[in-house]
């Protein structure tokens, strides 16, 4: 069973819901969240899945997701480190954007993304369903890398990278 997600406005409330599918193939307004995990100058990024229905093969943020009819945001953000990394760690919301890609005619990314960066030692646990990889990466060189092969990165994780560098650059 497709699990529905919340469509949202342009100030993050509730206006309905969709499956996650129904929303990406409309364009429709949703929200959805991106978490960073870090250790001192690395972050966690992961591979996506080749199975998935976008960004297949893509590098993006240590996981992403959407919460789901019902589920507050904080305990999305906490199921879905589990599921796809088998990681339980505190994360914070840093910052919120709201951004729209279109793959195909039939296809989009509309999200109103709230950002969660944490700190993290140890492993992840690669889910096949959702990870092909996971790779820690020194800050510096993912900056080199996003100007230099930006086509390596999914959307979101190009807007909301900088800025994550930037945050993590200032708490070190």
Known sequence: MDEHIILVNIKDEPVGYATKEDAHRTGALHRAFSVFLYNGTKLLIQQRAANKYHSP?????TCCSHPRKGELLEVAVKRRLMEEAGIACPAEEVFSFVYKHKFNDEL????????????YEGEPVINPEEVQAFKWIDIEELKCD?????????????IAAPRVIELIRSRG
């Open 108 to 119: 989009y990314e509309h999200e109103f993304d709230h950002v969660f960066l944490g700190e």
């Open 146 to 158: 996003l100007e230099r092969e930006p086509d390596k990165y999914a959307s979101w994780f190009k």
């Open 57 to 61: 093969g893509l590098w993006a943020n």
